[in-house]
């Protein structure tokens, strides 16, 4: 299983432009405890290459586009973040890698906790033994 899902939502437009609404329940799935943005990303850099053990975050790119690679240390899945209406909800215990940034790509991120090192697992090898799967 992989654990994230699309949250789709609908713009409220005219002909002055376009405004999107996070509220709770199905938009907003968590309390939200810390917000940032990543820009300046250079085409060929790769970030993320993590994951979390407790962190829910939702992930959308406000201009640009860029690629989330998502792993569960089976398989893995590509998701393009290219409009603001589309949000990616991650919840706990998937690899990510972010990667194809175009040029003026603002990819911002809200979360469920505060910034935590220990929540993170930066190799792989240990993200395959942490889900179970890195045991031959
Ligand atoms: P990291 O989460 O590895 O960034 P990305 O997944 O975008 O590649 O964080 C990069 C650096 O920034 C790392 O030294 C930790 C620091 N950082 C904070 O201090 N606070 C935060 O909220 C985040 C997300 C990162």
Redesign the pocket.
């Known amino acids: 299983m992989m654990n994230y899902s699309i949250i789709q939502i609908p713009s409220i437009s005219s002909e002055t432009g376009c405004l999107f609404v996070l509220e709770k329940q199905e938009r907003l799935p968590f309390e939200i405890k810390?917000v940032?943005y990543?820009t300046n990303v250079k085409n060929d850099a790769q970030?993320?290459?993590?994951a979390h053990k407790q962190l829910k975050q939702l992930m959308i790119c406000l201009g640009g586009s860029c690629d989330i690679v998502l792993d569960n240390g089976v398989s893995r899945t590509t998701i393009t973040l290219d409009m603001p209406g589309k949000i990616l909800y991650i919840q706990p215990c998937l690899w990510?890698e972010?990667k194809n940034f175009t040029e003026n790509a603002t990819?911002m991120?809200f979360?469920s906790e505060?910034?935590d090192?220990n929540d993170?697992i930066?190799d792989y090898e240990e993200f395959k033994k942490h889900v179970g799967q890195g045991i031959i």
Not at 47 to 50: A, L, S
């Open positions: 810390r940032y990543i970030r993320g290459n993590h990510r972010i990819l991120v979360a505060e910034y090192e993170y930066r």
